[in-house]
């Protein structure tokens, strides 16, 4: 079988490498695929947001399954359209992508079938959203409603930040995801991510990972789109599992199917496990980046039937095995990333870096040309590995960054901290 691919990043070629190692698998296309999936996959160049031509690719190249790796594709109905051309793919509907697409449909959802998240008010007008956050006073979250690239969200400590917040959004800051906000109560507690995959009706929980989002050790600085994750998350038990899946996932899935949205693919629950138990912070409707990264790692069973089953409606007869080994990635970037960065340096040494049996680095802004590896984009390489505990897992991928030969590249060096302080005692 010939597979299409749609993304460029870690993520992506993470689940490239995956999918690649099954037997099902004749060829790999990936759409744009970068300097780390060439060697696995064939390149090529598609408009993604012309969806005939991504059906006609498919048609000439025999792809008979795509999957779906970004949330923009998604959100632009990419998988409508390839269901009505008949060609398989994981991902949701447009309609069922809202669930990441607007906060506010979320929000409401979560009301409706008595998900538990923070209370909450939408707006479309400037004067009763500063109303509502004058009346709840601060801390407050003030969120732009649509997708904006993670940074939509502001959380602010004092009345008169939300106030601003609620103009800057207003005033266009956001563009077209900021014409509805969401005001919402600040959770307190420790973030966790869960992963299920679902095919509209039946789930098939995947794993739990933690990532941190902001550029500088210790989680300060400014935030980024993920500069490292790990799998399992500590904080997760078995207990809390359950719980997230009884009272989370499973009521969004009834509740999507009776909404008339039935919701297929990976859904990606992003979680504040307070003091009452697991709450819903949001829902991304893909896999996260770079959560994927250690998932894969992780992940034993050839992942291709699991993807097959979740787009056609029979994941109840597919059941994944897991390595109990602990998995952890660095993200190297390129220096002055989330701000400004320079483009086409050259990326060395890291053929010998990722020679570890148990260490894969995967690409996320690189190309390949003439045989170099140049990075291209802000977060560029992912350096993952896999171990008995974290704390190991941590040691690995650290030895393996200290390999590579980037003059223009950083990363955190405390990737990984609260579960090492969790496992360390
Ligand atoms: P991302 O793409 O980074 O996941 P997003 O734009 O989809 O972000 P959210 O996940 O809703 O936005 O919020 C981003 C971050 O803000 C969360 O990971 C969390 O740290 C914080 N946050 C959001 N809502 C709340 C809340 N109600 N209470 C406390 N913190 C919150």
Known sequence: MNVLIIGSGGREHALTWKIAQSPLVDKIFTAPGNGGMDDISEPVKLDLSDHGAVITFCDENDVEFVVVGPEAPLVEGLVDSLQIAEIPAFGPTADAAQLEGSKGFTKDLCAKYDIPTAAYGRF?????????????????????????????????????EAHQAVDDIF???????GAELVVEEFLEGEEASFFVLTDGENILPLATAQDHKRVGDGDTGLNTGGMGAYSPAPVMTGELVERTINEIILPTVRGMKEEGYP??????????????????IEYNVRFGDPECQVLMMRLKSDIVPALMATASGTLDKESLDWHDDMALTVVMAAKGYPGSYEKNTEIRNLKAAGADDDVVIFHAGTKKEDGKILATGGRVLNITARAGSITEAKDKAYAAVDKIDWDNGFCRRDIGWRAVEREQG
Not at 263 to 280: D, N, Q, R, S
């Open 124 to 160: 479309t007008e400037a004067e009763p959203a500063k109303a509502f956050i004058a009346d709840k006073g601060a801390p407050i979250v003030v969120k732009a409603d649509g997708l904006a690239a993670g940074k939509g969200v502001i959380i602010a400590t004092t009345v008169d």
């Open 263 to 280: 919701f297929t693919g990976v859904l990606y629950a992003g979680l504040m496990i307070t003091a009452k138990g697991p709450e819903l």
């Open 171 to 177: 005033g266009g800051q956001f563009g077209d995801a």
